[in-house]
T-cell receptor, first 113, second 116 residues
């Protein structure tokens, strides 16, 4: 079985400051890792994914994440946030079987001017 | 290109009434299809998934059911809604290959259900 823990339910930050949203996972098999973003009353949009290879992956809107196998983490980072980054962010893990995606509880990022 | 449609976008229903939410995918064939529910403060919970016509797997016991009458159509239903069925329902698809887990899950815009 797989599980995902997002360590912070809410992260407030000022505009142009750096941000890190933390994600830890557990799984007994090799996994694929994803970060999604959800704006109010919308579906989820893929930010980035880790499948294999380089542990540092870059996504859309200036976000990046680093896969750390020893710490079973996949933290999301952005060096300078904008007001428009205010949204809820979900970390997710998928095994190979049928592609079922297990999500964390979400982190609400609020960027203040 | 592929697109996914969900309807209705918003629905208000009384307790005990039936439910039907529809999801269709265009531009692909034999997709894996998923229904997720997002309740306030509870993240996303996988309800059902389907790897082919008529093939439905349920992830959690509940008051809902799903059907896949056509390759690119996925329907979420209930005969009698409960208050606890309120939430934001998201349909999603991904390419159904041998290693489906590596394929990106693409979501619809969601259907917000309020049961009164």
């Amino acid at each position: 079985a797989q599980s995902v823990t997002q360590l912070d339910s809410q992260v407030p930050v000022f505009e142009e400051a750096p941000v890190e949203l933390r994600c830890n996972y557990s799984s007994s098999v090799s996994v694929y890792l994803f970060w999604y973003v959800q704006y109010p009353n919308q579906g989820l949009q893929l930010l980035l994914k880790y499948l294999s290879g380089s542990t540092l992956v870059k996504g859309i809107n200036g976000f990046e994440a680093e896969f750390n196998k020893s710490q079973t983490s996949f933290h999301l980072r952005k060096p300078s946030v904008h007001i428009s980054d205010t949204a809820e962010y979900f970390c997710a893990v998928s095994g190979t079987s049928y592609g079922k995606l297990t999500f964390g509880q979400g982190t609400i990022l609020t960027v203040h001017p | 290109s592929q697109t996914i449609h969900q309807w209705p976008a918003t629905l208000v229903q009384p307790v005990g009434s039936p439910l039907s939410l529809e999801c269709t995918v265009e531009g692909t064939s034999n997709p894996n299809l998923y229904w997720y529910r997002q309740a306030a403060g509870r993240g996303l919970q996988l309800l059902f998934y389907s790897v082919g016509i008529g093939q439905i797997s349920s992830e959690v016991p509940q008051n809902l059911s799903a059907s896949r009458p056509q390759d690119r159509q996925f329907i979420l239903s209930s005969k009698k809604l409960l208050l606890s069925d309120s939430g934001f329902y998201l349909c999603a698809w991904r390419a159904g290959t041998a290693l489906s887990g590596a394929n990106v899950l693409t979501f619809g815009a969601g259907s917000r259900l309020t049961v009164l």
